[in-house]
């Protein structure tokens, strides 16, 4: 049965939305009393939230100013980046040595029904869909201490999606990165290890060089 939300994680999860889909940009502050009017919910979920956010490293909290959206070098974008690359790489050789048939056929499920939310131009259905993708075969890597390491890192690239206002462009960068997707499954069940670790790293790249696309983009 699935987790019904508390009111913070609901705001939480809210304030993620507008950071990913740039309703919220870098070094914009956080209008409190915006939240309250368009989620109907008081303040104290509300600060609970920010304060949530700003110790995962979405926000900035300076005393007296309030909440702005934090933002990331290009180096420490790389960085992350690279960090996630290598350590994905390493969960899925270990996925390989433990994945079954039936943790492979879930895998496919999920990247049908990405396909499936591509086709309809769901944005949030993608996202889930393709986060849930990458928590799964995390989950059958036998490392829980990696897996978690893994999953706060990704949590911190939240806005390296490729979101643009072009909707085809940026459906079609999805479709790109759902195939790789496919093609991971593909490597696990072949134990083609290194096609696998190639696939990968490109999957990880890909975000970043957009993302450093659109901060040039907005400088010109």
Known sequence: ???????????????????RTKELDYGDKIDILK??????????????????????GFLDNIPRKGFFVRAMSDKELHNTYEIIAT????????????????????????????????????????????????????????????RELICELMKKVIRTTAFSEDTEALFVYFQK?????????????????KELKRIARTHWQAPVEIELDNKNEKKD
């Open 1 to 19: 049965m699935r987790k019904i939300k508390s009111v913070r994680e609901q705001v939480y999860d809210h304030v993620i939305h507008l950071i």
């Open 35 to 56: 939240l309250q009017e368009s989620l109907g919910v008081s303040r104290p979920p509300i600060n609970e939230a920010l304060i949530q956010l700003s110790a995962d």
């Open 87 to 146: 350590l994905d790489v390493y969960a899925l050789e270990k996925v390989m040595e433990n994945v079954t048939e039936k943790n492979t056929d879930m895998l496919r499920i999920i990247v049908s029904k990405i396909d499936k939310a591509i086709a309809k131009r769901n944005y949030d259905e993608y996202y889930e869909l393709q986060e849930e993708f990458h928590k799964a075969y995390l989950e059958f890597c036998g490392n829980p201490v990696l």
């Open 177 to 193: 990165a759902n195939d790789d997707h496919a093609k991971i499954v593909d490597c696990i069940e072949k134990k083609n290890l």
